[in-house]
């Protein structure tokens, strides 16, 4: 009797309780996850609840444009597309630049994403880098690892070339691109941005990423 008991109990699914009880755990990690970044992304587009009146100095696109319409993926073919999402641990925001032949202004804005990267402080590793060029000259290319090691290197995936969002036009105009942890390009910066402008719309957003 004591083994067909024990069997049965075995067979038994979780209550109607308990399976209530898992989901609102399930609900709540979630929440504490993500749901500042959530607000983040809210009070950022609408200004919602910004008593300091913040306006970002970067282009902000409307609407966004998902990271996976540019095409874009590693030196060894992972989609860039697999970086974000809310099922990810801790994902990045990301600065890519963009451009097709990396000349003096593309160089430019190497030089400045690296600069507001480190200037970041504590917060540098929430930010990644990387760069989608069509072509670089042969003395930045001797450079590239003692200047920009820690630039990643992104190319168009196999067959595809990059459906750039509406405004940008990288073969005309080198551009830095602003993507964030949900893999949304949401704002995008040029030469007529300083330093200054990048890193005050990137604290902005750090801050505000980390309610709760």
Same mark, same amino acid.
């Given at each position: 009797?004591?083994?067909?008991?024990?069997?049965?109990?075995?067979?038994?699914?979780? @209550?109607?309780?308990?399976?209530?009880? %898992?989901?609102?755990?399930?609900?709540? $990690?979630?929440?504490?996850?993500?749901?500042?970044?959530?607000?983040?992304?809210?009070?950022?587009? @609408?200004?919602?609840?910004?008593?300091? %009146?913040?306006?970002?100095?970067?282009? $902000?696109?409307?609407?966004?444009?998902?990271?996976?319409?540019?095409?874009?993926?590693?030196a060894s073919g992972t989609p860039l597309t697999e970086r974000f999402g809310p099922d990810k641990t801790d994902p990045d925001w990301l600065m890519i630049v963009a451009a097709g032949q990396c000349g003096s202004q593309c160089e430019e804005l190497l030089y400045l994403a690296r600069q507001v990267n480190i200037a970041l402080g504590k917060n540098a590793n929430r930010v990644s880098r990387a760069a989608a060029l069509g072509s670089v000259p042969s003395d930045l290319q001797s450079r590239w690892s003692s200047e920009y090691s820690s630039m990643e290197r992104l190319v168009p995936a196999a067959g595809a070339q990059p459906n750039w969002p509406s405004g940008i036009n990288?073969?005309?105009?080198?551009?830095?691109?602003?993507?964030?942890?949900?893999?949304?390009?949401?704002?995008?910066?040029?030469?007529?941005?300083?330093?200054?402008?990048?890193?005050?719309?990137?604290?902005?957003?750090l801050k505000l990423s980390q309610i709760g």
């Open positions: 009797m004591a083994n067909r008991i024990s069997d049965q109990e075995q067979n038994e699914g979780p @209550t109607p309780e308990q399976a209530r009880r %898992g989901r609102r755990t399930a609900f709540l $990690l979630f929440a504490l996850g993500f749901g500042p970044m959530i607000v983040a992304t809210i009070m950022f587009y @609408t200004g919602w609840l910004n008593p300091a %009146g913040h306006t970002n100095n970067g282009v $902000l696109l409307q609407p966004v444009a998902p990271v996976s319409t540019l095409s874009l993926e590693t990288p073969q005309a105009e080198p551009r830095i691109l602003l993507v964030d942890p949900f893999g949304n390009v949401m704002m995008h910066y040029g030469s007529e941005h300083t330093g200054k402008d990048m890193l005050e719309d990137l604290k902005h957003l």
